[in-house]
């Protein structure tokens, strides 16, 4: 048997454990080990796997993702997210669609301090559902909106799957936080615009309230500087050189650990609990991780990566169109398979075909860090797109009283924004390269 018809066997077999829900962990690694050992024998694959584990979990970079994991923890149990929702809804609340706008703002400001999508929409549903609900506001906009927001917590930095892209292509972590703020925003700003518009065709889905008195306004306004301090603290720390990222996660893991502390929202077990679970996520991550990593080494064996980037330069189509392709294929699979699985087994194989490509004349770095932010856009679409979402799945486990199928049509409008913003972002890569010309 050839070495391409190992490959395309064990690629079909890993789709099909995770068709039978296998965990996916599992379901790279069982078809990659078979794999590397039909290939090379038992002696190799055993040698093999002495020794990947410990290559792969001492990678220095990678003691980001459970700094900014925890950081994350910090934040919820500190209960920011409560603090974020209250100062966005006593200023905007009292409009119509206001408290579903303020959803949204709450969600980009948390994922300052995040960087999981799941988590930023678990916990700002937590926090904004039950008031959404008490105003009136119709269950499709409200979970709709709750589930797009949280796909803020993976674009706006710090973001873990931008952390792991970084590492898999050997580029600037800094660089692609940077590159990634402008789109970031703009999905802030477009969900807005949806809101606003949704609101006024179908008024019915959303009620005004009382506005809130200036005084409780500046109160509310007050009780999120320490957000906004780490924020500056971390990423201007970043940005100015005083340290590196991993530094810059373990400060702003500290400072959110104080802060958690000083206002007497971080007890024992809150504090227990953020460890714990930091460490369940963490633990989540990196089997994904060696799961990947025997899938793409298998995969490497059998020159796939090789002959696909072969291929897809001797196509006889634009560049663009290529890229297209690719990013529809981040859609699809994000219907079926969660952000950093999608990232860990499918960049090691496209991203060099892609560099292979003359797209809009970008140098090398600067064409992986826009290609990172476009495959980041469009993971998050996956998130929340039909038949699955893994988005909606979240918020609905929250908020049962609401069917899912009015969820997915509450999602549609935001889908599109999300595919005028993926085409803006395709077409004018100055947008996402923009702060990097200023920062670097």
């Known amino acids: 048997m050839s070495a391409t018809a190992i490959g395309l066997i064990m690629f079909g077999a890993m789709l099909g454990l995770m068709v039978i829900r296998v965990p996916i962990a599992a379901a790279m690694f069982i078809p990659g080990a078979l794999g590397y050992f039909a290939l090379t024998g038992a002696d190799p694959l055993l040698n093999l796997l002495k020794g990947s584990a410990v290559a792969r979990l001492t990678v220095y970079e990678l003691s980001v993702i459970p700094l900014f994991l925890l950081m994350g923890q910090f934040a919820t149990q500190g209960g920011l997210s409560r603090d974020l929702f209250r100062a966005a ?17 709450s969600a980009a400001a948390f994922g300052a301090v995040c960087g999981s999508s799941v988590a930023t929409s678990a916990t700002i549903t937590q926090v904004a559902y039950p008031e959404m609900k008490a105003h009136g506001y119709h269950g499709r906009l409200s979970t709709a909106t709750l589930a797009t927001g949280g796909t803020l917590g993976i674009l706006i930095p710090p973001s873990v799957p931008l952390v792991i892209y970084a590492i898999l292509t050997e580029q600037n972590i800094a660089k692609l936080f940077a590159a990634a703020m402008v789109p970031g925003i703009l999905a802030t700003l477009g969900y807005l615009a949806v809101i606003a518009i949704y609101c006024r065709v179908r008024p019915d889905l959303a009620r005004p309230s009382e506005p809130t008195v200036w005084g409780e306004r500046f109160r509310a306004l007050g009780s999120i500087w320490p957000i906004v301090a780490i924020f500056l603290v971390v990423f201007g720390g970043i940005y100015a050189g005083i340290f590196s990222p991993t530094e810059g996660a373990a400060i702003g893991a500290l400072l959110t650990f104080l802060m958690a502390v000083l206002r007497g929202e971080l007890g024992f077990r809150k504090f227990i609990h953020a460890l714990i679970a930091t460490a369940e996520t963490t633990a989540m991550v990196f089997l994904i991780f060696l799961g990947a990593d025997m899938m793409n080494t298998s995969l490497a064996l059998t020159e796939m ?19 297209s392709a690719v990013l529809l294929l981040y859609v699809v699979l994000g219907c079926v398979m969660d952000e950093l699985s999608m990232l860990l087994l499918t960049i090691p194989v496209i991203f060099p075909a892609v560099m292979s490509l003359d797209i809009w004349g970008l140098a090398p770095d600067a064409k992986a860090i826009w290609f990172g932010v ?53 077409f004018f890569p100055g947008i996402t390269l923009y702060l990097i010309q200023v920062f670097f």
Do not use: C, Q
Request: charged content about 10%; overall charge neutral.
């Open 89 to 105: 809804a006593a200023f905007i609340g009292h409009i119509r669609g206001g408290l579903a706008m303020a959803a949204i703002l």
């Open 305 to 323: 990566p090789a002959r696909v980037a072969d291929w897809v330069t001797s196509l006889p189509v634009s560049p663009l169109l290529v890229v």
């Open 374 to 426: 476009l495959v980041l856009v469009t993971v998050g679409i996956g998130l929340i797109m039909p038949p699955v979402g893994l988005n909606v799945y979240v918020v609905n486990n929250l908020a049962p009283d609401v069917p899912m199928v009015e969820t997915y049509k509450g999602v549609f409008p935001f889908l599109a924004w999300d595919l005028l913003r993926v085409l803006l972002l395709l």
